[in-house]
Nanobody
Framework: QMQLVESGGGLVQAGGSLRLSCTASGRSFTSYYMGWFRQAPGKEREFVGAISWAGSSTLYADSVKGRFTISRDNNKNTVYLQMNSVKVEDTADYYC????????????????????WGKGTLVTVSS
């Protein structure tokens, strides 16, 4: 089992920045690709972005491309989501997820295929 714990959520003004963290334990972190997903109130959970095990490749949803950046520190078993130029529509619960044995980064868009999930951290963007 892998445990994932997100942190860093909170209230931020539109146009501001926030950095989320997700720390893993229980399994070899470098064996897993990591992804971020979000669920806004009344909406389905959606893909935000993903990163390969070495951090050499990233993938983003069109809605966050150019504003959000995913990175990871394998020495700290942590993946980050840097959120810049946030918008009111970025308000959501943000979840990190892990998947092993990934053939292509695009697979990380499919939340049904994730092996492990965190419990989420709430980000609220005010206007």
């Amino acid at each position: 089992q892998m445990q994932l714990v997100e942190s860093g959520g909170g209230l931020v003004q539109a146009g501001g920045s926030l950095r989320l963290s997700c720390t893993a334990s229980g399994r070899s972190f470098t064996s897993y690709y990591m992804g971020w997903f979000r669920q806004a109130p009344g909406k389905e959970r959606e893909f935000v972005g993903a990163i390969s095990w070495a951090g050499s490749s990233t993938l983003y949803a069109d809605s966050v491309k150019g504003r959000f950046t995913i990175s990871r520190d394998n020495n700290k078993n942590t993946v980050y989501l840097q959120m810049n130029s946030v918008k009111v529509e970025d308000t959501a619960d943000y979840y990190c997820a892990a998947k092993a044995t990934v053939q292509a980064l695009n697979v990380m868009r499919q939340q049904a295929l994730m092996d492990y999930w965190g419990k989420g951290t709430l980000v609220t963007v005010s206007s």
